[in-house]
């Protein structure tokens, strides 16, 4: 062998240490970085894990507080979940029944009455309303619905400090959206909506299905006056669950919400009426008879103190405590 070939022989076994050199760097190298990544990986899932305060974990794991939550969910004592009663924002239920009755309101529209109004009365002007909403909490109530009120009536569930009431809102006029929910939400109050499916379009001064979800996601509850608001004790049978029973189903599947309370339409109702709504899956319902609701009462035939406009602050209180003492509605109602 010349020296030459030898040289060249010496030049490639350099050269193959070189390569094996290299890879083994490289290998080497490749490990490091899965160790780097795999203990990054770890330690961000131990830091959200424990609740850290990381972005990732604030994201992810934290759940408002009724002290942090928007202020139309602070309702009582947590937070109000479309889908869910109203009652289960109250507190732990104590297992003792309440015996408190309590008065049941009944607006309609919070407007001025416009020439010609077939129902002048009916009209609440929206100053005459947020005065009256100020002097009941002045007198110590607090608006609270009919399923937080069940829930205290049946399982001595824990309602807000003062002394309940409840404030319902026939039809679903548009007022009651722009004039009666800021008034309520600045207060930290809650309502019943009872709204009817059929002849009171937006454009005729009814709610749209927006508006109406923006009044459930405040906490107000959302029952029903039926489809069309007709007088049930002229309909057969079938008219009969068509008013009642679709009209709960459509309404629980248009807005999740569960409507365990309907409110005869005019008030009128009879022992048919009211099987009806029994058999339709509702827990109760209210008619237009004064009075005070207590847990003795039909839950079937709750009474109601209708707010006429021009009552003043001082009138409304005195209309409340003159008729806590009013006798039981009647078993059937046609009308004064």
Known sequence: MDAEELQRRRDQRAQARRRRRIRRRAGIGATLGVVVIAVVVAIASASGSSGGAGPASSRTTSTPTTAHAPARHRHVAGRHTRGASTAAVLGPATGVRGTTSVPVLMYHVIAPPPGGA????????????????????????????????????????????????VITFD?????????????????????????????????QGGLTTGQVKSMVDAGWELDTQGISHADLITLDAAQLRYQIDSARKTIQRRYGVPVNWFCYPSGHYDTTVIEAVRSAGYVGSTTVVPGWAGPSNDPFRLPRLRVLGGTSPSALLQQIADTRTAAAPPGSYGGA
């Open 171 to 203: 039809n679903g006029y548009h007022s009651q959206y722009a004039e009666a929910l800021p008034v309520l939400r600045r207060m930290g109050w809650v309502a019943d909506e009872n709204i009817q499916l059929s002849g009171l379009p937006p454009s």
């Open 118 to 165: 077939p129902f002048p009365g009916l009209y609440v002007q929206p100053q005459e309303f947020a005065a009256q909403m100020q002097a009941l909490k002045q007198a110590g109530w607090h608006a609270v619905t009919l399923d937080q009120l069940q829930a205290y009536w049946t399982k001595g569930a824990k309602l807000p400090a003062g002394r309940p009431i």
